[in-house]
């Protein structure tokens, strides 16, 4: 009779035997740093116990908002810690602690480090755009200043888009799911000034920048469930990203090939050279930047960044201008007397102060993320209150509740749309009340050097969309009740995704 602890023979056995020991090793050793941690001197909201933070994790899924909410409660002006199933959250929760990350440099903490652990980029796109960005810069500098000269094509881009999408007539009103019709108008638009006509407009080059978003947070979340060594693996196998590339190689590899070539013959300036994303990015692209492959990842990356946010943030501010019709007339008269002036520029949008502030206000009240300005901590840090948090751990800002903090809006839950356009009215308030500029207590574009470069771009679209959208229809809820709610996962939210809005076609429209 053998009396071994496993019976050898049978292999389900031995695996999981040894699958037990080794999850019992792996407890006893976060166990005994979790005894260690410099992080235990801060307050946890949820259990902190090394299993039971596990059952606070899960919970983070579906109850993240209430959890930080719950937090900022008892901790504000302070910091508390949360734990997720990858890791703790250290939330950050006063204005000025915000201020100290503002000015932070990123050898003390790392924006792009907590991207790119969080969205997994390295093993589904590669190194290189972590390594080096560069293409942010191409969008802070050269896409921001070529605003004013390619506002033409994005406004006739606007208007071609909503015509195609929401052909509504004067006489019925037209329902159309709110989010995916905005989601293909701004993906159009955005890649009017980024790639241009005719690929702006090409079905399959629109349907793979949309899907690219989702796909890589759905990839980030499968590669996050291994371990380190089996992630590449995972990365390349069992994700979509790879074949996305490919897709989007397809699209703007003979764009590439034909600037290069013309690069090679005539130099640097040639004549006719296309004012647009692919030009600026070859700019600065260097070596083994300037392959298809690399500038077909700078492309879709700058996509990445650009058109859920946008999407989402236009979604909102159209589910707002239906529920709020009694603001319509004083935003419409703002705009035509806007346009009657000066036509269509970016000078002209940013003559519109109330549409701005609508648009602001409307993301104070519904950003993309309870938790924002998410950063890795590459030094141990001391707050100027005196908070520590040490090398390694993830921070994130409680921006939602800082944006409904009665202390910095009053009836900080009620949509005032010209709550900042009457704060500009005041002396030597006039540009810092807009909503391109930066705030400690508003954050919908984050802050400090990696606050978001595209909110120029971002913003002049939102504002020339709003302004087409009340010049040309009269807009209204497909279902009557209240507005419908967003939706939670984890810190993350979105507009509902299947809510429909309804236009009419204004007799006055032109
Ligand atoms: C309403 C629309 C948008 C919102 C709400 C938004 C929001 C943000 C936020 C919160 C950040 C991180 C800031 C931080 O952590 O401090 C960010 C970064 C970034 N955004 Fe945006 N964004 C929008 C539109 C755009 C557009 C249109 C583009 C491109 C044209 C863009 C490009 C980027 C890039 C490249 C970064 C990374 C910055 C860096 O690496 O330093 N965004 N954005
Ligand atoms: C989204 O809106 C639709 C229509 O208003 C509604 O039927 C649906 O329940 C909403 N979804 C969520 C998750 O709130």
Request: glycine share 6%; hydrophobic share 40%; net charge neutral.
């Amino acid at each position: 009779m053998s009396f071994s602890l496993v019976d050898m023979d049978d292999p389900t056995r031995v695996l999981t035997t040894a699958a037990g020991l080794i999850a019992v090793a792996y407890l006893a050793v976060k166990w005994i740093q979790a005894l260690h941690s410099p992080l235990n001197a801060l307050p946890t909201v949820g259990y902190s116990g090394t299993l039971t933070s596990y059952f606070s994790a899960l919970r983070f899924f579906f109850s993240a908002r209430d959890i930080i909410a719950d937090g900022y409660a008892k901790y504000r002006g302070s910091a508390f810690k949360i734990p997720t199933m990858s890791r703790w959250i250290v939330v950050i929760t006063a204005p000025d602690m915000v201020d100290d990350i503002r000015k932070a440099t990123d050898d003390q903490m790392s924006f792009r480090e907590a991207v790119s652990e969080s969205i997994q980029t390295d093993y589904m796109i590669g190194p290189q755009i972590r390594l080096d960005p560069y293409h942010v810069s191409t969008v802070r500098t050269p896409l921001t200043r070529n605003l004013a000269s390619r506002f033409e094509d994005i406004k006739d881009e606007i208007a071609a888009a909503f015509d195609d999408l929401i052909p509504a007539k004067e006489k019925d009103w037209l329902s159309v799911p709110g989010l995916t019709t905005v989601m293909h108008i701004v993906c159009r638009t955005s890649n009017r000034l980024f790639v241009g006509l005719p690929l702006c407009r090409d079905p399959d080059y629109r349907a793979l920048n949309e899907q690219f978003t989702i796909d890589v947070v759905k990839g980030s979340k499968i590669i996050n469930l291994f371990p380190k060594i089996l992630k590449p693996v995972v990365g390349r196998f069992f994700t979509n990203v790879p074949t996305s590339i490919n897709r989007a190689m397809r699209h703007l590899g003979p764009i590439i090939e034909d600037r290069l070539a013309k690069e090679e013959q005539y130099g640097k300036d040639w004549a006719d050279k296309p004012n647009d994303l692919i030009s600026w990015l070859l700019e600065d692209a260097q070596g083994q930047q300037r392959t298809i492959r690399d500038l077909s990842i700078r492309v879709l990356s700058v996509n990445f960044a650009a058109i859920h946010t946008t999407s989402m943030a236009f979604t909102h501010a159209l589910f707002d201008l239906a529920m709020h019709p009694e603001c319509v007339d004083e935003l419409r008269e703002e705009v035509m007397a806007v346009i009657e002036q000066e036509g269509w520029s970016k000078g002209s949008m940013g003559k519109m102060r109330k549409v701005d502030s609508f648009i602001k206000e409307s993301q104070r009240l519904a950003s993309i993320s309870a938790l924002l300005m998410s950063r890795k901590m590459i030094s141990d840090f001391t707050f100027s209150n005196g908070i520590k948090v040490p090398a390694g751990s993830f921070i994130g800002v409680a921006t939602h509740c800082i944006h409904h903090d009665e202390e910095y809006y009053p009836n900080a839950d009620e949509f005032q749309p010209f709550r900042f356009s009457e704060m500009r009215e005041g002396e030597g308030e006039s540009i810092k009340h807009q909503m391109v500029s930066l705030g400690l207590d508003y954050l919908t574009f984050g802050n400090g050097r990696h606050a978001c470069p595209g909110r120029f771009f971002a913003v002049n679209e939102l504002k020339a969309m709003l302004a087409y959208t009340l010049l040309t229809y009269d807009v209204k809820m497909a279902t009557d009740g209240p507005r419908p709610p967003d939706l939670w996962f984890e810190s993350s939210a979105s507009p509902n995704r299947t809510a429909e809005v309804m236009f009419k076609r204004r007799a006055a429209a032109f």
